[in-house]
């Protein structure tokens, strides 16, 4: 058989990741003489073989890739005979819009980890050792193919001994676009809380940050996508200090360990967790705490944990021994600060400063998770999974920008048959925040080179994603929120028949102008018919009784009760100055700034009044989590509802809960009851039931709908969240 040329592409994860010197060993295996190189569409190879020796050429391509790439598809054309002397790794091509997946950061590998413990290695504690299968990606990138030149690591001159790796094909750093060492990587600086400069030699600051931890005091530390405010996890007054600091009276802390030991020490583990901590993507992972702290987490009874992703949290904690308090370094509502600049502006909360000089180019925040019923569910999409691309079910007719929701916000793009999804931006609250996100939105269209020809955004008129839409001179389609969260689990399962939906969130603009949230709907890709609902309940004083349980419970007791509401016995009306009571059940009856709202989630609000446990938040789905913790699984039962004309009426719920001593029992009932009104409006349709909105990440509701329907459909790649409805977005363009 004669030898022919081939062009071989290769799109999906293939830069950043090790690819080219793969093939280079691979080809080189075989014998065979071509090329390899990156372009903006992904891997580019160009090979002179015979067609049985493509076939193996390519069944090894697809078997045996690198751990941390991804192959979304190869395509394989003869071109005209060319004639080799050898195998080569060429120099990039960028030619035309990019479409290459940009590599996320990725926690250390455990052989720079062997090599960073490793007195007798040049990189011995240098908390910045990364290969092409670790380290730093995303949040250093400027733009595609990723090669050193667009990144920040242009900044930093190789040695000649990072030279010689980086420039040999058979090397674990041939191409780590982060290599570095002690003499020609990044460095770490130490500043005090009057921002100076502590004098210290590289290699002894981490055994000083160490040590000034142990002493209680507080750091921000630079870390891969942004700072973290860091304090010792043993130590009683170094966490009150910092919740005193930032504010953060309740929400709950994540904490950083050493290793699995002692995850096991500090929370029940199951294998898939336990798999999942140690992937590397390396998620905090909530799981069920051996004993409650009311420091860390405050009333419920799950904590995040995860472990160290980086060479510098791998020598912190192993000189420390104990675990780390690690939260985002912002102010509330505000993204996670990047620079010094930023992190000057938290003066006050720190102590000290671990500082490094590579600029983040990318903000990044940590990815969080849970499992459930066997399946990953992820609550936060950023370092690890983020930006990350999904084949769609259909091509798109246009360059399509999905702006997402407003609260956990994200963005998409999409070309073709493929959408990239930004990582976790955040609550659209404040002026630094949307300023963030639009810089995120700019970053997309930078590195793949795009211009969108259509922008799709909520319905909702207030949110700042749909006045950004608005304010451009493109194409521009709205999407009703709910139908957007089915849409999103639709097209990352690759779902093209009809769906029945169940979307449980707290806030969704309604195609009504009422606030939904309690939504049961058919839907496909063409459309959706909403089939029923929760019964409308007023939330007194708008936006307000979001973060006022008691609003709602009141509203509940007087659709109940009315006027008699006011003499009631309970926690609810207690909660509440006589003045107050009778100036809602004005503003109640007469519908003052008292929207109407369906919402599952605050309907949770609402019953955690009624029973006494939170009248007003100090977090976001705080409420959840406690009916979470007094849920017992010993307790059997429903509350009463009824179900007519496509309108389900929870007012006897109501009445029976506050009627109910025992707050276990009222709590596992209401869960109960949520899924048997699922069960109520489901048991008339044969259609696959698919779940969306935030209320499912409350791990007992999503347990139990589980548990009564195995085959229910979650997204698992996306939160349930509003982190969800950009995909959501673009998939609600495919059919039209």
Not at 61 to 76: G, H, Q, S, W, Y
Not at 247 to 268: E, H, N, Q, T, Y
Not at 638 to 651: A, L, P, R
């Amino acid at each position: 058989m004669g030898h022919f040329t081939y062009k071989i592409e290769i799109r999906g994860r293939v830069q950043g990741v090790g690819f080219r010197p793969f093939i280079y060993t691979l080809a080189t295996s075989l014998n065979l003489y071509g090329s390899v190189l990156n372009n903006t569409q992904g891997v580019l190879i160009s090979v002179t073989t015979t067609p049985e020796i493509l076939d193996i050429f390519l069944e090894k391509i697809e078997k045996e890739f690198p751990p941390l790439a991804f192959i979304d598809n190869i395509t394989t054309q003869k071109i005209k005979t060319e004639k080799f002397t050898s195998f080569e790794i060429l120099d990039s091509e960028v030619n035309g819009e990019s479409s290459a997946d940009i590599p996320p950061d990725i926690y250390t590998c455990t052989e720079c980890e062997k090599e960073l413990l490793d007195s007798k290695n040049r990189r011995f504690n240098y908390p910045f050792i990364s290969c092409t299968h670790c380290g730093v990606r995303y949040s250093m990138i400027y733009d595609l193919p990723y090669d050193r030149e667009n990144t920040s690591m242009k900044e930093f001159e190789m040695c000649k001994q990072c030279s010689q790796e980086y420039t040999n094909p058979l090397s674990r750093r041939y191409h780590a676009q982060p290599i570095g060492c002690f003499d020609c990587g990044p460095k770490l600086q130490l500043l005090d809380a009057t921002n100076k400069y502590t004098p210290l030699q590289q290699k002894d600051i981490p055994q000083r940050v160490v040590d000034l931890l142990l002493e209680g005091n507080i750091f921000a530390i630079k870390g891969v996508g942004g700072y973290h405010l860091v304090c010792d996890a043993g130590n009683d007054e170094a966490i009150k200090r910092l919740r005193e600091r930032k504010k953060r009276a309740k929400k709950p802390f994540a904490l950083m360990v050493k290793d699995i030991k002692m995850v096991k020490s500090l929370a029940k583990i199951s294998e898939a967790e336990e798999k999942l901590l140690l992937s590397k993507e390396r998620p905090i992972v909530l799981l069920q705490a051996l004993c409650k702290n009311d420091l860390i987490a405050p009333n419920i009874s799950y904590i995040g944990l995860m472990l160290p992703y980086t060479p510098l949290h791998i020598l912190l904690l192993d000189k420390l021994k104990t675990p780390l308090v690690v939260t985002s370094a912002n102010l509330s509502d505000d993204p996670i600060c990047t620079s010094l600049e930023e992190i000057q502006k938290l003066e006050g909360i720190y102590d000290y400063i671990l500082e490094h000089n590579r600029i983040i180019v990318n903000a990044c925040d940590d990815s969080v998770m849970m499992i459930v019923k066997g399946q990953e569910i992820m609550l936060r999409r950023a370092r690890g999974y983020a930006p990350t691309s999904v084949k769609l079910p259909f091509k798109t007719k246009n360059n399509l920008l999905a702006m997402g929701a407003n609260q956990k916000s994200t963005i998409a793009i999409a070309m073709d048959d493929k959408a990239i999804l930004s990582p976790h931006i955040g609550d659209l609250n404040s002026i630094s925040s949307v300023e963030h996100y639009e810089k995120n939105i700019q970053t997309l269209k930078r590195i793949y080179d795009f211009e969108p020809d259509v922008l799709i955004h909520d319905k909702h008129p207030n949110y700042e994603s749909t006045k950004l839409a608005l304010k451009t001179k493109k194409t521009t389609n709205a999407v009703q929120h709910h139908y957007a969260h089915i849409l999103g689990v639709m097209a990352e399962k690759k779902l093209q028949e009809r769906v029945f939906g169940v979307v449980f969130d707290g806030t969704g603009y309604g195609e009504d102008k009422h606030l939904w949230g309690g939504e049961f709907m058919t839907c496909d890709y063409a459309g959706y018919e909403r089939v029923a609902h929760i019964k409308y309940f007023k939330l007194l004083g708008g936006a307000k009784a979001i973060k006022e349980p008691k609003r709602v419970a009141l509203s509940l007791l007087f659709d109940c009760f009315g006027r008699e509401a006011l003499s009631l016995d309970t926690p609810a009306i207690k909660a509440f100055s006589k003045t107050e009571l009778n100036t809602y059940f004005v503003a109640w009856k007469n519908s003052l700034n008292a929207p109407l709202s369906s919402s599952v989630g605050r309907l949770f609000d609402g019953v955690a009044s009624l029973l006494g446990i939170v009248h007003i938040m100090s977090y976001e789905g705080e409420s959840g989590m406690m009916l979470e913790a007094l849920y017992d699984e010993g307790v059997k039962g429903t509350y009463s509802f009824t179900y007519k004309d496509d309108i389900i009426d929870i007012e006897p719920m109501i009445k029976e809960i506050i009627l109910q001593e025992s707050k276990s029992v009222a709590v596992s009932k209401f869960f109960h009851t949520l899924v048997e009104i699922i069960s109520a409006v489901y048991k008339d349709y044969e259609l696959p039931i698919v779940l969306g909105g935030g209320v499912f990440q409350n791990r007992v509701l999503l347990e139990l709908v589980l548990d009564k329907f195995p085959n229910a459909i979650i997204g698992n790649r996306f939160p349930p969240n509003d982190g969800g409805i950009a995909l959501g977005q673009i998939a609600s363009t495919l059919l039209k």
